[in-house]
């Protein structure tokens, strides 16, 4: 990933990942709770990773209204469309951005090209925003079943002021930063109540 100006605020994504994730979550629950679920609002996604991520609300915090807060998203992909997300086409969300009361999230989308895998550009990029000095939260949501170890090692010598967060669908082992649960911003974004699931 190249050098460039990062915002305070960073949420990276294995885009691919979480799409299958999301599948599975649409499958499994339709079967358990007995309604069609709709594809995940991705605005309403990005929001809970990043409350999840310890973002506040702009009214919660002292932020000058001539200062808008912003994170900045990445999506790596290699499939074209993130099937289960709305709207999940790469070509529409790249350079896209939307206002919440988290402030303004800008999209872009990175797609993954022969020369590297996932697993490289993820990592990597991990490295350079764990590094970048104006970057101060950081969420990422890697493949935890295939990389965590690798994540672990990427951000060991990340920058100590940076408060990190990484997104996984179960507890994982080791690492010097935060970790929360994947699957519950998942659910909310696909409208998945609580009460639904508690028999």
């Given at each position: 990933m190249e050098a460039?100006?990062?915002c305070d605020n960073v949420i990276l994504v294995d885009a691919d990942y979480v799409d299958k994730v999301a599948?599975?979550?649409i499958v499994n629950f339709?079967?358990?709770i007995g309604r069609q679920i709709p594809q995940a609002d991705m605005?309403?996604?990005l929001e809970c990773?990043?409350?999840d991520g310890g973002l506040l609300p702009i009214g919660k915090q002292h932020v000058a209204s001539d200062n808008k807060?912003?994170?900045?998203v990445v999506l790596l992909h290699k499939q074209q469309a993130m099937k289960n997300f709305q709207p999940g086409r790469f070509e529409e969300l790249d350079g896209q951005a939307f206002s919440g009361e988290l402030g303004e999230m800008l999209i872009s989308c990175v797609k993954v090209e022969e020369v590297t895998t996932m697993e490289q550009l993820f990592t990597e990029s991990l490295q350079v925003i764990g590094n970048a000095k104006e970057v101060?939260?950081?969420m990422a949501v890697p493949d935890s079943d295939h990389i965590y170890n690798k994540v672990r090692e990427a951000l060991r010598y990340a920058n100590p002021d940076q408060h990190i967060t990484i997104f996984?669908?179960?507890p994982m082992s080791g690492g010097s930063f935060r970790q929360e649960i994947l699957g519950y911003s998942l659910m909310a974004a696909l409208g998945i109540k609580a009460e639904e699931i508690k028999e």
């Open positions: 460039q100006k990062w599948f599975d979550l339709e079967r358990m605005a309403l996604w990773i990043a409350l807060q912003k994170t900045q101060k939260r950081l996984n669908m179960q």
